[in-house]
């Protein structure tokens, strides 16, 4: 063994150590096929090389020059060479599938020489492997017919190769002269290829004409030729009315440098022509794709336009197949294959599809891009739950609830704005699969992940009010408008319509209430940014006006002129359908304006005296030191509760007592904040205190299995009804009615009452004397009743009286002790960056391009990032 042959051994076996994670890792990464194929090239490893090729053309699609150097592999390293058919046969099947791939004319042309090469060859070996391997002896008239099919719509380069075949046709009637029979057959079919050409619009249409006048007029009487040109003349005349056209749409074409914009209007044109020819625009297409092969927008067009005919389904899939090739990062065009590959083929087809998408990872550096993917994928299951396959609603059901587990464990600052897959998924769950439980736990994970997004709110809070639970819309409403919104305005427009459709006066009045104050927070918040950057001071500040509509009745619409810039956190600022809204504030010192019912800071309104908040999902080992800590330490925090369980356990909850306005704001922006791997929930505490006009009654004797709603509809019916309670047993209730009366009503009605074949007992509750004192949590609940106050907590300062709370609902109680499992999502994958190398515009040679490194950096790669290293790697 030579060295030569020995240190090709050696790197060979350094590069196929590390291959499989390479390809795992990065699978679209054209520089490891090449290197690999090289290596098997330079060791002589033919069946490798090609097992490798096969994996490569699998995914990604392969340049021309790389197929041109296949074939010659293929020719130089075979024993045989062409003498032997199966080597034959392996070429003209790359040839096959390189010309499938682009319409390329050069490889077109490089067909034709191949194969006039071989039947040029006086080799009786070469002639009898040519002729097992083609199927017959005229393999080169069917490969010119099939380049003129395929090239004969482009107005500009097809004129070469049908000489070709027009040549081949006039050897063929000059050599046949002994067989009349065979020569009248090929000059038939030599006129029919030159009216059909004639018919055809293209550069050199008057070249044409001039050769079939010299056809007719050495193959046909003079009689014949007079009819035939008078015939001839006739198709000529129109199609010089549309060669007039096409000329012009070329030079604009040519000026522009092949720009999509260009042959988008080219194709346009011809689309509104009387009669369009499909084949001249499918030409335009492929033509635009040597250009623009890389732009996703022109595959999804050209898949739209083959697809909108029954007969072109099928290449409409070749199409798709092609595209995500090209462009791996693009979820439309993966969307685009699975529903056509459904129609096409099968479910499970489709499926593999999916995986595969998942399995290159090159849809992972963006959530939009990979949601439009699975969106497609949730069509697809639909589709067959709605054909009626069997254990197709469990299937549905299985990839709703994956599709959404694999787009939330990408990167949720590259979200679909839209939520496409999100509402997808909760509607069809929903209302196909009928699963009201599973799409609220939905849309609380998506709400929960997707916090700033109005839009996640409002669905969220729609769904609830399609499901009739007027309460659970009306609690995401309330927890939405303590969030920083990225539209906060336009929460608060659909809460407050909501409240007008639904609500009564005191509904009304306690949203609106609500809503002025999360505006004074808004606007504290961008007044504290407006004092403490100083580094934006020189920056022009500009000028915007808005309306208010007031919410306080008696205050009419309020216009606000202010200097105003945008910051963190601010209300300001908010993009609705692309447009910018801007809520300007008045930073002036000696500005004493009060909004819609928002009290200045220096007001002694309700709206700055409670300064508690209520911090929930903290990690089990947080201590009170560390909250107060992050709450803002001593000078900021007045009081800190930690929140136990029954048991005595802390639940990752604690209440604390803030000593000014800017540590309540400072708090507030920290909602949000990710805690040892958990992302925390700051708000400011509601106060549950019953108003002392609210009277209990005691129920017991049900079954535990009895719900709420049933005795709620029971107490209706005596009076205004407030809430219920149950205990942690479940067999006692608590309902609250709004009066002394109501209650005495209500506790007449339910006593002896039989619900579920159990006779209710029910006895009034007298309410506790000192309201401000009143604790009422789970515990309590299941000791004592309302009324009970012996679960004190942990606190940071035992001296002082304990800070009141309210009694928790049922459902709330349950999620406090046994909080959601959270969806254990994948690790999204190690990402590096990629070189900063400009993308070519044109598919060229990569087989002597040096492999592309990517750098080991922890940086995040994003969509475009990825795009450019995919587009890198080809060049």
């Not at 040029?120 to 002729?131: F, G, H, L, P, Y």
Request: one cysteine or more.
């Amino acid at each position: 063994m030579s060295n030569d042959e020995l240190e090709a051994l050696n790197a060979l076996g350094d590069f196929i150590e590390g291959l499989a994670e390479k390809l795992e890792r990065i699978p679209y990464d054209y520089s490891i096929y090449l290197k690999w194929i090289e290596l098997l090239r330079n060791v002589g490893d033919i069946e490798a090389m090609r097992a490798a090729r096969d994996n490569m053309q699998f995914r990604l699609a392969v340049p021309e020059g790389v197929w041109v150097e296949w074939i010659e592999d293929e020719k130089r390293l075979s024993t045989d060479g062409i003498k032997d058919a199966s080597t034959l046969r392996r070429i003209k099947s790359l040839f096959d599938t390189a010309v499938k791939e682009y319409m390329s004319f050069s490889m077109w042309q490089t067909y034709i020489d191949f194969a006039t090469e071989i039947g040029q060859c006086e080799d009786i070996e070469v002639r009898s492997a040519a002729k097992e391997a083609f199927g017959s002896n005229n393999y080169l008239l069917d490969i010119l017919e099939r380049a003129v099919t395929a090239t004969e719509a482009s107005y500009q380069e097809s004129q070469n190769i049908w000489i070709q075949y027009k040549e081949y046709l006039e050897r063929t009637i000059s050599t046949d002269f002994g067989d009349i029979e065979a020569s009248c057959t090929f000059r038939t079919r030599l006129q029919t290829a030159f009216l059909q050409r004639l018919a055809q619009p293209h550069a050199k249409l008057e070249s044409t004409f001039s050769m079939y006048s010299e056809f007719v007029t050495g193959n046909y009487l003079e009689k014949d030729y007079e009819q035939m040109m008078v015939d001839a003349s006739k198709i000529v005349g129109a199609t010089r009315a549309s060669c007039s056209k096409r000329d012009y749409l070329e030079e604009e074409l040519v000026a522009s440098g092949g720009s999509w914009y260009a042959f988008s209007a080219y194709i346009y044109k011809l689309s509104r022509e009387k009669a369009p020819c499909r084949k001249e625009i499918y030409s335009l297409y492929e033509r635009a794709l040597v250009y623009n092969y890389c732009y996703p927008q022109v595959w999804d067009q050209y898949i739209a336009f083959a697809a909108s005919t029954t007969e072109d389904k099928h290449n409409a899939l070749l199409i798709a197949n092609r595209a995500v090739r090209n462009c791996p990062w693009s979820g439309k065009l993966w969307a685009q294959l699975i529903l056509l590959t459904h129609t096409n083929n099968s479910y499970q087809n489709a499926a593999d599809l999916y995986d595969r998408a998942v399995s290159t990872h090159a849809l992972e550096h963006s959530m939009l891009e990979f949601s439009q993917m699975a969106a497609g994928f949730v069509d697809v299951a639909r589709l067959e739950y709605q054909i009626g396959t069997p254990d197709s609603a469990n299937e549905l059901l299985r990839v709703c609830c994956t599709s959404l587990d694999a787009a939330y464990a990408l990167d949720i600052s590259t979200a679909d704005p839209t939520l496409r897959l999100e509402r997808c998924c909760t509607f069809t769950v929903s209302v196909l699969l009928e699963d009201k439980d599973t799409a609220r736990k939905m849309w609380t994970r998506i709400c929960k992940a997707r916090g700033s997004c109005t839009d996640a709110w409002i669905l969220s809070a729609e769904f609830e009010q399609n499901q009739e639970s007027l309460s659970n819309a009306r609690s995401v409403y309330r927890h939405a408008a303590q969030r920083k919104l990225d539209n906060p305005e336009r929460l608060f427009d659909a809460w407050a319509t909501f409240e007008h459709l639904f609500g009564d006066l005191s509904t009304i009045s306690a949203a609106e209430c609500f809503v002025n104050t999360q505006r004074y927070l808004a606007q504290q918040r961008t007044e504290r940014y407006s004092a403490t950057d100083n580094s934006s001071a020189s920056n022009v500040p500009t000028k915007h006006t808005f309306n208010m509509a007031a919410s306080q009745e008696g205050v009419g619409n309020l216009t606000v002129s202010a200097n105003y810039k945008e910051y963190p956190g601010s209300v300001a600022g908010a993009r609705v359908d692309g447009t910018q809204e801007s809520i300007a504030v008045a930073t002036e010192e000696n500005s004493n304006i009060e909004m819609a019912g928002i009290p200045h800071q220096d007001s002694g309104s309700s709206a700055t005296n409670n300064k508690t908040v209520f911090v929930s999902n903290l990690p089990q080992s947080y201590t009170l030191n560390e909250l107060k800590e992050l709450l803002g330490g001593e000078r900021s925090v007045d009081r800190v509760e930690l929140l136990t369980n029954k048991d005595g356990m802390f639940r990752g909850q604690a209440k604390a007592d803030l000593t000014s306005a800017d540590a309540l704001i400072s708090a507030l922006d920290k909602n949000g904040y990710r805690l040892d791997g958990q992302h925390i929930s700051i708000h400011i505490f509601k106060n549950h205190n019953r108003n002392m006009q609210q009277v209990s009654v005691r129920v017991s004797g049900f079954s535990p299995e009895t719900g709420n709603k049933k005795i709620e509809d029971i107490a209706r019916k005596a009076g205004t009804f407030v809430r219920i309670y149950r205990n942690h047993q479940g067999n006692t209730a608590f309902v609250v009615m709004k009066t002394q009366d109501d209650a005495i009503k209500a506790a007449s009605t339910l006593n002896g009452y039989v619900v579920d074949d159990h006779v209710l007992e029910a006895a009034m509750l007298d309410p506790p004397e000192d309201s401000t004192t009143l604790r009422l949590s789970s515990k309590a609940i299941d000791k004592e009743g309302p009324g009970n106050n012996k679960n004190k907590g942990i606190s940071s300062s035992m001296a002082q009286p304990l800070a009141s709370t309210s009694m928790v609902p049922r459902k709330a109680a349950a999620a406090a002790r046994h909080p959601a499992k959270r969806v254990k999502m994948s690790k999204p994958l190690a990402t590096k960056t990629a070189s900063e190398v400009a993308p070519k515009s044109t598919v060229e040679n990569t087989g002597n391009q040096s492999a592309t490194s990517i750098s080991s950096s922890d940086d995040k790669m994003t969509n475009a990032d990825f795009r450019s290293h995919f587009l890198n790697s080809k060049s």
